[in-house]
């Protein structure tokens, strides 16, 4: 199982990345450029939206605590499979 | 890096797609590996997952964010470095719609594939010219992390570059993310170098490089 250093430093960059992805971004204006390449160009994005967590928020939270959120969500969902995935492997051997 | 919906015409998706698929069915087959070493894929994948929401924005409109994919090559080797990139990618696509599904096979071309073996190879080839020692395990994983975010860029560039989606062309778009990931990657380079040579004394079992190295000319 994941070692408790490595969830704890995994945790720590979940609780600050709103400061790099949500406070900081805002303050400069930061958009994906690749976003920012497609409006100017008019491309659309897809028009079907599959997730409610698209660009790593939760309906109706803030964006910083729904950034930390969905940080923790795919924290969890890639656990999830890993283990999911060692468990495979180590029964098929 | 992470390449939306909307840029890729259907011969590039396309492409991109096979050229991934393939290259999952050749991992998958090739993945022989201790039950220590695949327990590190989660803990890579999380980490790396978490890692790569830390952006740091670039007053201009821009930002850099660590990528991963030359260190998860250095750590778990070129196909288990993928799967564990590739885990990240497919999450942040179906999940937080952070890259497009029409590009899926692209991002995972150039962040699992490209990256992962750019920087496998350059650190191989570090370590086994200089001696696997720290010095020459902090150069090659910088090394490896520096011109392996910088091809993924320039392959970035060339896909987005050839899709006629896309109004500009291959001679725009290849310096442009070429040039941007040249000297961001630095960055990139550092973190690698870092967090390699934390590591390499504490998971010993990990280290491929040295374990393959090894492995290999004992066989």
Partial sequence: ?93 | MHIPDGFLDPVTIAITYMAFIAYLVVALTRIKVSREKIALVPVLAAGIFAAQMLNWPIPGGTSLHFVGGALAGILLGPFLGFLTLFLVLFIQCLVFHDGGITALGANVLNMAVIDVLVGYGIYKLVTSTLGDNRKSRLIGAFLGGWIGITLAGIACGLEIGFSPSFPYGVLITVPVMGIWHLILGVVEGVITALVVDYLYPRLPQLLLMQQSLSEGSQE
């Fill in chain 1, 1 to 93: 199982m994941i070692g408790r250093r490595a969830l704890l430093v995994i945790i720590l960059l979940v609780l600050i990345s709103p400061l790099f992805g949500v406070v900081l971004a805002d303050m400069v204006g930061y958009h994906e450029p690749l976003d920012v390449a497609a409006e100017k160009l008019g491309l659309k994005e897809a028009s079907i939206e599959w997730t409610p967590f698209s660009d790593y928020s939760i309906p109706g939270l803030p964006s910083t605590i729904g950034y930390i959120i969905a940080g923790l969500i795919g924290v969890g969902i890639l656990l999830g499979i890993g283990y999911l995935l060692v468990k495979v492997v180590a029964e098929k051997k």
